[in-house]
């Protein structure tokens, strides 16, 4: 298990088990993300070398093709076991130092092709202290994966990352919201976004398609926080819950930009 400590609750546990019994999806850790590729020049907004952000980055090869443009790559990655299956699996060299900022530990590539660092700690023990500021947040399944409650401290903590003009790509799932307005991974709007990001952000839906993911798992779906409260409960893209009637069908996927208006 990694040595990572969350403040509060144990919000990694679950997480820290999926990477213990095999982690990310195949594909989804060897192929990059159309979509990613598709809007390059909306997000990137003419950055030839951007600082970009992978919150929740998972062992993401995103994070590569990004790196091999010459951008400067930042991820938090609660797992250590994920992050060195990103690092073994694209065989890049890395060294490993405690960080005690994040309470966790910081791995960098040791590969003069690619400038890329991973923190391992709780999202939650991030901020501009640590990397200061970003021109471009990659979130391809973090918001979506958060507890209910911990969205509005998600939002402003990813709005006092960017820079000013920075922009934040989001992706999550469709599904029917007035059907399933408690399930996880959570599906968003733009106005619900407005609400979180406020007024210093502008928030344009760019893009919907297909599930991206539809050929790596057979359902996405979570219930428990809908049962507990507020507990963890499931993984995001993860495993099937018991109460598989409750489970949305995900119709597709939808893209949004968030522009960090003011500095
Ligand atoms: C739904 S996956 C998304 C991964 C990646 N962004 C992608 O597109 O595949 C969530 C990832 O975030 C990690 N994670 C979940 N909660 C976290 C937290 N609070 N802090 C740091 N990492 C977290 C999990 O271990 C997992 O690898």
């Not at 979506?144 to 003009?165: F, H, I, N, V």
Request: aromatic share 10%.
């Amino acid at each position: 298990m990694a040595d990572v400590q969350a403040d509060g609750q144990d919000r990694l546990g679950e997480w820290l088990d999926f990477w213990n019994n095999g982690g990310m999806y195949e594909l989804h850790a060897r192929r990059p993300h159309l979509k990613l590729e598709e809007h390059y020049d909306r997000y990137m907004h003419g950055k030839a070398k951007a600082k970009v952000f992978f919150p929740l980055c998972g062992d993401v090869i995103d994070m590569i093709s990004l790196a091999d443009k010459g951008h400067e790559i930042v991820g938090v990655e609660c797992s250590e076991l994920g992050i060195k299956s990103f690092f073994g699996r694209n065989n890049i060299g890395y060294s490993q130092e405690s960080c005690d900022t994040v309470k966790g530990k910081l791995f960098k590539s040791k590969d003069e092709n690619v400038n890329i660092r991973i923190y391992c700690c709780d999202l939650f023990n991030f901020n501009t202290s640590v990397e200061g500021r970003f021109d471009v947040i990659v979130d391809f399944g973090s918001m979506g994966a958060m507890l209910r409650k911990d969205l509005q401290t998600y939002a402003d903590l990813m709005r006092s990352l960017l820079k000013p003009e920075g922009r934040h790509i989001l992706e999550c799932f469709v599904y029917d919201l007035e059907k399933f307005p408690d399930s996880r991974p959570l599906c968003f709007t733009v106005p619900q976004l407005k609400g979180l990001y406020g007024a210093s952000c502008s928030v344009e839906k760019i893009d919907e398609g297909p599930n991206p993911y539809e050929d790596e798992e057979a359902k996405t779906c979570d219930t428990a926080e809908t049962t507990t409260g507020d507990e963890q409960g499931g993984v995001g893209r993860g495993e099937p819950s018991e109460e598989e009637s409750d489970c949305p069908d995900i119709t597709g996927a939808a893209y949004f930009l968030i522009q960090h208006l003011q500095c």
